[in-house]
């Protein structure tokens, strides 16, 4: 009996001071995990512009002003418009070999005049777009300069506005029996994309966005399916890139701190 009064002792010892820290909570239980964080983006609208080009395009690349418009919901959460116009289309170094190629064509290749004419250039892409940021923080130049930054992807829908080199071509409907015909008009399609923001201060950022508009277009204006004649049908899904750099601004120009 001794013995068990004993042991009952001993474990009551030790089983009550653990019971004891188990019941206390600690001072970090639900504490967020950064503290004092710097919220950019948490309910704030950002606006701002710059400029942008199309890249990898078949016969013209467009160069854009763009203006951005958007509004974080929450720190990783927003949705945003975005429009670029362009200021001017430059000929593709491949353009300039598919006309040397024409300049004496032999048929059915048409002339080089003939192809030119149907080309399509990009006047306007408008987007809307709802942004993921799942990447933040911060960053040091040479341990010296220092800058918040955030990574996100975007996903929406995207119109492209194009036009005919030539504006005078008959619009590609079906009913058409041309050889070439002009592309003309906004293309409904998906705008995806990744972009960045290098905070300058609180309110102010360069973002950089790389982005992508799928529709269904036809760059040449030429007949694609060889059903012999140049119409919708020969409209296919391609993708239109953009890169562009923004300088935007943010309100309210002071950014909340978490607790």
Same mark, same amino acid.
């Given at each position: 009996?001794?013995?068990?009064?004993?042991?009952?002792?001993?474990?009551?010892?030790?089983? $009550?001071? $653990?019971?004891?820290? +188990?019941?206390?909570?600690?001072?970090?239980?639900?504490?967020?995990?950064?503290?004092?964080?710097?919220?950019?983006?948490?309910?704030? /609208?950002?606006? #701002? %512009? &710059? %400029? #942008?080009?199309t890249i990898n395009q078949d016969f013209f690349h467009s160069v854009f002003v763009n203006l951005k418009l958007g509004f974080h919901f929450t720190d990783w959460l927003s949705l945003s418009a975005f429009g670029g116009f362009a200021l001017s289309n430059i000929e593709t170094g491949f353009q300039s070999r598919v006309k040397e190629t024409?300049?004496? @064509?032999?048929?059915?290749? @048409?002339?080089?005049?003939?192809? +030119?004419?149907s080309m399509t250039k990009v006047k306007q892409i408008l987007a809307a777009q709802l942004e993921f940021a799942p990447?933040? #923080?911060? *960053?040091?130049?040479? &341990?010296?300069?220092?800058?918040h930054y955030d990574f996100y992807i975007f996903g929406g829908p995207g119109f492209l506005n194009l036009e005919p080199a030539d504006t005078t071509l008959p619009s590609c409907s079906d009913t058409n029996k041309t050889a070439s015909c002009g592309v003309s008009g906004y293309k409904l399609g998906?705008?995806? &994309?990744v972009g960045i923001h290098s905070y300058l201060n609180q309110f102010l950022a360069l973002n950089v966005e790389l982005r992508d508009i799928y529709a269904k277009i036809n760059p040449a204006g030429r007949d694609v399916n #060889?059903? %012999?004649? +140049?119409? +919708?049908?020969? /409209?296919?899904?391609?993708?239109? *890139?953009?890169?562009?750099?923004?300088?935007?601004?943010?309100?309210?120009?002071?950014?909340?701190i978490s607790p």
């Open positions: 009996m001794k013995k068990r009064l004993a042991l009952l002792f001993a474990l009551a010892v030790t089983l $009550l001071p $653990l019971a004891a820290h +188990a019941q206390r909570q600690s001072p970090l239980a639900d504490a967020p995990a950064i503290r004092k964080r710097l919220e950019l983006r948490a309910v704030r /609208l950002e606006f #701002g %512009g &710059g %400029g #942008g080009t024409l300049a004496m @064509p032999s048929p059915p290749a @048409p002339t080089a005049a003939d192809a +030119a004419a990447f933040t #923080g911060k *960053y040091s130049l040479f &341990g010296k300069l220092f800058a998906a705008n995806f &994309g #060889g059903d %012999g004649k +140049a119409n +919708a049908d020969d /409209l296919t899904w391609q993708s239109t *890139y953009m890169v562009s750099l923004n300088l935007v601004l943010y309100l309210p120009a002071t950014a909340d």
